[in-house]
T-cell receptor
Framework: GNSVTQMEGPVTLSEEAFLTINCTYTATGYPSLFWYVQYPGEGLQLLLKATKADDKGSNKGFEATYRKETTSFHLEKGSVQVSDSAVYFCALIPNTGRRALTFGSGTRLQVQP | DAGITQSPRHKVTETGTPVTLRCHQTENHRYMYWYRQDPGHGLRLIHYSYGVKDTDKGEVSDGYSVSRSKTEDFLLTLESATSSQTSVYFC?????????????FGPGTRLLVL
């Protein structure tokens, strides 16, 4: 079946530090890959996505590249802010079968001033 | 923001009682989904709908049923609530269910089963 594995949290960083959150996946074929963000007390918002190998998704200074050879979609940001504190979810949708999201367990990011 | 509302936003109920959660959208999207969020599990699919009266099970569907009589409404029913169904429930929508499409999420319903 399909699965997504994310690094355990929480991740605690100082403001302006570099962020990497690792994500690897298992799926047949060529899934679409997503990063969602959940701010405290809110629902999930799409942060970025990539739909084919070597695509780079980017938004609000965050980036992730779809690496088919390593089945990875790591999230990066060059300089985090306190306002980036949230829970980040990596997810996939397969290109065959049920078209629903399969999520990783989430990684909580805490950015300290 | 996508026009998705969920009701109620918070609910406390007792074991054995039926509970219905509602998801309402104003986007006229064809696909609607119910997920539950639990610590350490991310979000998991309960049921989804691909049209009026067309529904299918997800990975954690036991103890839940759904109905969709109108495009805009998708109801989730816990027929006899158990403590293991204490969770945060999210509704999501997508336009036509394609693998490259974004799913948009509602604000969630926090359910506590005593």
């Amino acid at each position: 079946g399909n699965s997504v594995t994310q690094m355990e949290g929480p991740v605690t960083l100082s403001e302006e530090a570099f962020l990497t959150i690792n994500c690897t996946y298992t799926a047949t074929g060529y899934p679409s890959l997503f990063w969602y963000v959940q701010y405290p007390g809110e629902g999930l918002q799409l942060l970025l996505k990539a739909t084919k190998a070597d695509d780079k998704g980017s938004n609000k200074g965050f980036e992730a590249t779809y690496r088919k050879e390593t089945t990875s979609f790591h999230l990066e940001k060059g300089s985090v802010q306190v306002s980036d504190s949230a829970v980040y979810f990596c997810a996939l949708i397969p290109n065959t079968g049920r078209r629903a999201l399969t999520f990783g367990s989430g990684t909580r990011l805490q950015v300290q001033p | 923001d996508a026009g998705i509302t969920q009701s109620p936003r918070h609910k406390v109920t007792e074991t054995g009682t039926p509970v219905t959660l509602r998801c309402h959208q104003t986007e006229n999207h064809r696909y609607m989904y119910w997920y539950r969020q639990d610590p350490g599990h991310g979000l998991r699919l309960i049921h989804y709908s691909y049209g009026v009266k067309d529904t299918d099970k997800g990975e954690v569907s036991d103890g839940y049923s759904v109905s969709r009589s109108k495009t805009e409404d998708f109801l989730l029913t816990l027929e006899s609530a158990t403590s293991s169904q204490t969770s945060v429930y999210f509704c999501a929508i997508s336009e036509s269910g394609g693998p490259q499409e974004t799913q948009y999420f509602g604000p969630g319903t926090r359910l506590l089963v005593l």
